[in-house]
């Protein structure tokens, strides 16, 4: 029977899973990641797995892959040296931006220095109008001497930007086509191929983005994929982008800046799709690994996507402080606290802080025993007792509590006068208090009342610090899914083959040319067409359309989705109806009489989503009494000391069990820590669910 593999490459650990080809998960696999040379941990667990459910290499249908490779390397600066070029005078245009202070009071005020330093900047001449005519032809007689100063520099890549080339590229499309005979071995990339979308400032920063880290993409499909081969696993390699849909690897390999939150948005669509399967259309997805946590609104039964996306943030939360790069991504706030999460004291004030430093996987928290000497969130758990010393990977990693009490002792408890235990406590509730804080702002900043929201926990560390978020934001209960800590590679196998394509086309609603918005879709959607065919069966192929709507001058877009209808008045209406909805749950009141017009049109074209099975791991078929596992000792915040409390295996645990919390309920990968007063259950999914004292 053909088998699919889900692969995951966090910050601490790379996580795996293999169902067989009914969607049943067969095994899953937790392995340190290896930063140097990420793909020798994807091929540790990919062996792992296959040496677990006895499957031959050739029966791998699909390698299904995430990685923050490409992100790390434009946060680390660590691509390739690059040049832009762009219109005659336009060559400062990436360094201005758009002449917005994002912090209005910092003196000391830092942005991100663009990818192409000023000196590898070039013009040419040449002009689009906003309309797409030609007010000035390309100079072709100046590409010899910019190619010749590119190969002088030493320039590896290089980004086109031309301007208004998202209505019309036909500049840049020859401009690309000389310089590559110019230029053989530089990668290029041009605006237009990649984001056709207003916004020259964008474009021209996810075009330098995109070909910065293009040569890192090429060498890490081309290295993974050989790697494969070698162990006789012939099935294609797909992997997930951004937006939560599949695409690949010779896709990813030219625009790997899709890729840039590969990981996150996996675990968002396990959560979504767990949520339409239990019948919960909204969720506040919570997912807590070793470097970072990761908070996203679902509603409707779908994760948010935002149309941008920024990297590098010289302030975490600070909007506007980092790279912006233009495309589809699973909406998200990211938090820089996660199990590897380094505890510190301020030296001139001595206020704590947990992260977003963070231990890693290299030499990762003190407890591990690979040489970290600081304190790490994952510390103050196993000195709590939410972590069991010798069960931490199922048994397979043991943990130094001595090492752990070392850390906390020296650099926190010591200097603040407090014991290991309040010290722990300490660092433990205010991961929680920043998660939460981040979570409410960011459920806020979407219309989203976050009170109503059932958490659903997952991730190594979620699992751990879910119920404390939970009951800081007042959320009604916490789903605890099976294989939570692998969960963002099981949702790589529910994910579906997607391609997204854009034009601007700027009109006032009540305007609209249909027969133009007709032609732009049939554009799109040929274009999508044609680079699925061959991993999604003809038959089973769908297509979405957006459009992003706002009032006329306003500077904010809201996304609206079009419904199968012909093009024409009454799709007008439609959208002019959900526009005027969507705005006023999202800013509480409507512009009377203001002009309502359509920016850019999207197509999303897509196959179907595959389904998943966890239960049929659990071999829990007796009582509730034997699948517990013993007590520990864990810190109970309500009595402000430790207490014992029962420890359940969770694959014993049958199929419809009730408890009462305070209870811990291990499995291998994470552990469900619920600290205080909660009902748990075990629904028939064997999802663990707590619903909170007073909630319902």
């Not at 359509?598 to 009582?623: F, K, N, Y």
Request: aromatic share 6%; hydrophobic share 40%; proline share 5%.
């Amino acid at each position: 029977m053909p088998v699919r593999i889900g692969s995951d490459i966090g910050g601490t650990f790379t996580d795996l899973v293999i169902a067989d080809g009914e969607g049943r998960l067969l095994h899953r696999a937790k392995v340190l990641t290896t930063p140097e040379n990420p793909e020798r941990a994807v091929l540790a667990g990919v062996d792992e797995l296959l040496g677990k459910s006895g499957a031959p290499g050739g029966s791998v249908q699909q390698l299904l892959h995430a990685t923050t490779l490409f992100t790390n390397a434009l946060i680390e600066r660590k691509g390739s040296r690059t040049a832009l070029i762009t219109t005659t005078g336009f060559r400062d245009a990436i360094e201005i931006g758009r002449e917005h202070r994002y912090d209005m009071y910092d003196l000391y005020l830092k942005r991100p220095r663009p990818l192409a330093e000023r000196r590898l900047r070039f013009e040419i001449d040449g002009r689009i109008l906003v309309d797409g005519s030609e007010l000035e032809p390309l100079d072709e007689a100046q590409i010899p001497a910019i190619a010749e100063a590119i190969r002088k520099e030493g320039v590896e890549a290089v980004a086109i930007c031309l301007i208004n080339s998202y209505v019309n590229q036909t500049h840049e499309t020859r401009l690309k086509e000389l310089l590559q005979i110019a230029l053989p071995d530089i990668a290029i990339t041009a605006s237009s191929e990649l984001v056709a979308e207003i916004g020259e400032y964008d474009r021209s920063s996810t075009a330098l983005a995109n070909v910065y880290v293009q040569r890192i993409a090429e060498r890490y499909m081309q290295t993974l994929e050989s790697a494969l081969t070698e162990k006789g696993i012939g099935g294609r390699l797909l992997i997930m982008q951004s937006n939560g849909g599949l695409c690949t690897a010779d896709s990813a390999a030219r625009h790997p800046i899709k890729l840039v939150e590969s990981g996150p948005a996996a675990g968002a669509i396990a959560a979504a799709y767990y949520g339409s399967v239990l019948g919960h259309d909204k969720l506040l997805s919570f997912d807590m690994g070793g470097t970072t946590a990761k908070a996203c609104i679902v509603l409707d039964g779908k994760p948010l996507i935002a149309p941008t996306f920024e990297i590098d943030r010289q302030y975490k939360f600070k909007k506007g402080s980092g790279l912006p790069v233009k495309v589809p991504v699973v909406e998200l706030i990211e938090i820089g606290t996660g199990g590897g999460s380094i505890a510190s004291l301020d030296p001139l004030l001595g206020r704590m802080a947990v992260g977003p430093r963070s231990a890693g996987s290299v030499p990762g928290p003190a407890c591990y025993g690979l040489g970290g000497k600081e304190p790490t969130v994952t510390d103050s758990d196993l000195i709590l007792g939410y972590l069991d010393a010798d069960f931490f990977l199922g048994g397979s990693m043991k943990l130094d509590r001595a090492a752990a009490e070392t850390a906390i002792a020296g650099r926190i408890g010591d200097r603040l006068d407090m014991s290991v235990a309040r010290a722990a406590w300490a660092i433990h509730q205010m991961a929680n208090e920043s998660m939460a804080s981040a979570a409410r702002i960011h459920a806020v900043e979407r219309g989203a009342n976050v009170e109503n929201f059932p958490i659903f926990a997952f991730g190594g560390a979620g699992p751990v610090h879910a119920y404390g978020v939970a009951r800081i934001l007042r959320s009604p209960s916490i789903i605890y899914p099976l294989g939570a800590g692998v969960m963002s590679a099981i949702g790589l196998l529910v994910a579906p083959v997607t391609f997204d394509f854009v034009r601007t086309l700027t009109m006032p609603l009540a305007q609209i040319d249909w027969s133009v918005v007709a032609a732009l879709f049939g554009d799109m959607e040929g274009e999508g067409k044609a680079l699925i065919e061959g991993v999604v069966p003809a038959q089973q192929v769908r297509y979405r359309r957006v459009v992003d709507m706002r009032y006329r001058n306003q500077g904010s877009d809201i996304r609206i989705e079009i419904p199968d209808l012909p093009f024409g008045p009454e799709l007008e209406a439609v959208l002019k109806a959900e526009f005027l909805k969507s705005y006023r749950r999202i800013y509480g009141h409507l512009i009377e009489d203001a002009t309502i017009e359509c920016v850019s049109w999207r197509a999303i074209v897509h196959g179907p989503s595959d389904a998943v099975s966890s239960s049929g791991s659990l071999t829990g078929q007796g009582s509730l009494e034997e699948a517990r596992k013993g007590t520990r000792r864990i810190y109970l915040p309500d009595i402000d000391d430790y207490g014992d409390v029962p420890v359940f295996d969770r694959n014993l645990l049958p199929l419809g069990a009730s408890f009462a919390g305070p209870a811990i309920v291990e499995e291998t990968e994470s552990t469900a820590v619920i600290a205080g007063p909660a009902q748990i259950s075990v629904d028939m999914m064997g999802n663990l669910v707590a619903v909170l004292a007073g909630r319902k």
